[in-house]
């Protein structure tokens, strides 16, 4: 496999690549230069680490492997890293050997968001019908080391999905009855992403995701439209419209991670950051309380896996930027049961009084900040309700029940 060492990049918000500028490396560090022509549109897609100037950018840590964060965020990661490592081992290669380019190359057009690569060298994608069992199966075959037949399916509909939970990305028809690996063909066709239990996770996983997105919504958090699937072995598959696909349009879609060059891994980001950059980004208060809700809700609902890289921005063809919808919204524990962002320096135990200091701290009024976080706990009362509904294991549902009770009476001394 000879080695990539010059991408041109574009951005495609509908059927046409707009020429972006070129990524190159020495083997030794990675640069990028805007295209004039780019400059003169005024679309700032990384305005924190990769400002709209002429010249030579160059990323001096090797945080993405010297990578501007907002093409760290096109890189599969998780599970779809996993798939791409075993197709390499299978073909021969050592995927150590891979460099940054050459994973771009792999992603080509169809990565999340609007971003392309040229040349690419993504799998060719090959209509088939989707049967969700069949490929659960197969999934978690390959999270226990075994070689499946299956693999270069997933892989071409796993794109460049990130996270440790096995997912795909389909193409679902407007009665959600039939599932597909194609692009959509009809005007009612809609682009979805449906995850699979991982090695770790429970057989009612999706339940809970689906539960906690329906409590989310309650609250008042902008989510896309999310279903359960149904499942022959189990309560279902937890399933979400992608935000960056909308009838043949695309949004430019930047994390948190990637815009602030932050390690997800490693959490160092705090909430009073987000709000700030959310400010910084957007201009717009209404996106900042938006983020505060969020911060609210998985305080209170134990979501403690809250890392930079489980928010994203998005970015429309004017050069608009808001906060995306909420998603990776789940029951989790975190880093060693700690807040993966902290509440005004607090990770292990945050209180509802540390919430008010931190809407405080982003101007919100105390009213409000007050109105918002009984609207999130009245949202979060629901979980036994809607959990017996969706057919989440007694066990889950009194375990997760208890540790939301204490979530949503917590106060400070």
């Not at 964060?69 to 150590?96: I, M, T």
């Not at 599932?179 to 090695?199: C, M, Q, R, V, Y």
């Not at 909430?271 to 309380?289: E, I, Q, R, S």
């Amino acid at each position: 496999m000879k080695p990539v060492t010059r991408l041109e990049v574009a951005i495609r918000f509908d059927e046409t690549d707009l020429p972006v500028g070129t990524l190159a490396t020495d083997g030794k560090g990675v640069f990028f230069e805007y295209h004039a022509a780019f400059l003169d549109r005024n679309l700032h897609l990384s305005p924190f680490m990769l400002p709209l100037r002429p010249g030579l950018h160059h990323i001096a840590d090797d945080l993405f492997r010297g990578l501007p964060g907002v093409f760290n965020d096109s890189l599969p990661d998780g599970w779809g890293k996993l798939l791409l490592h075993q197709h390499l081992k299978q073909s021969g290669f050592n995927p150590s050997a891979l460099g940054p380019l050459d994973e771009l190359a792999m992603v080509g057009s169809k990565g999340i968001g609007a971003l392309t690569y040229h040349p690419s060298h993504a799998p060719n994608s090959t209509e088939v019908s989707v049967d969700l069992d069949r490929y659960a199966s197969a999934s978690q075959r390959i999270l226990e080391g075994f070689t499946d037949d299956m693999l270069s399916e997933l892989r071409a509909a796993a794109g460049s999905s990130a996270g440790a939970r096995p997912k795909i990305l389909v193409t679902v028809s407007e009665d959600k009855s039939r599932l597909s690996t194609a692009e959509p063909t009809t005007p009612t066709d809609e682009a979805w992403l449906i995850k699979f239990p991982g090695s770790s996770d429970t057989p009612d996983a999706g339940a809970i995701e689906y539960v906690y997105a329906l409590m989310a919504k309650a609250a008042g958090i902008s989510m896309s439209e999310c279903h359960l699937f149904p499942s022959d072995t189990g309560p279902g598959y937890f399933g979400t419209r992608r935000f960056d696909r909308n009838h043949g349009k695309r949004l430019h879609v930047h994390s948190l991670s990637g815009l602030a060059h932050d390690d997800h891994r490693h959490p160092s980001f705090d909430y009073k950051g987000l709000l700030a950059a959310t400010h910084k980004l957007t201009l717009n208060p209404a996106d900042v309380a938006a983020m505060f809700r969020l911060a609210v809700f998985n305080v209170l609902a134990h979501n403690r896996d809250d890392h930079s890289k489980n928010i994203s921005f998005l970015m429309d063809a004017e050069g608009r930027w808001s906060a995306a919808p909420a998603y990776d919204l789940t029951f989790s524990s975190g880093p060693n049961g700690f807040q993966s962002m902290s509440v005004m320096d607090e990770a292990r135990q945050p209180t509802r009084e540390h919430l008010r200091r931190l809407g405080l701290t982003a101007g919100i009024r105390r009213a409000t900040i007050n109105i918002i976080i009984e609207e999130v706990s009245s949202a979060i009362a629901e979980w036994p309700r809607l959990a017996r509904a969706h057919h989440v294991t007694a066990a889950n549902i009194s375990f997760i029940g208890k540790v939301l009770e204490r979530g949503i009476g917590v106060e400070a001394d």
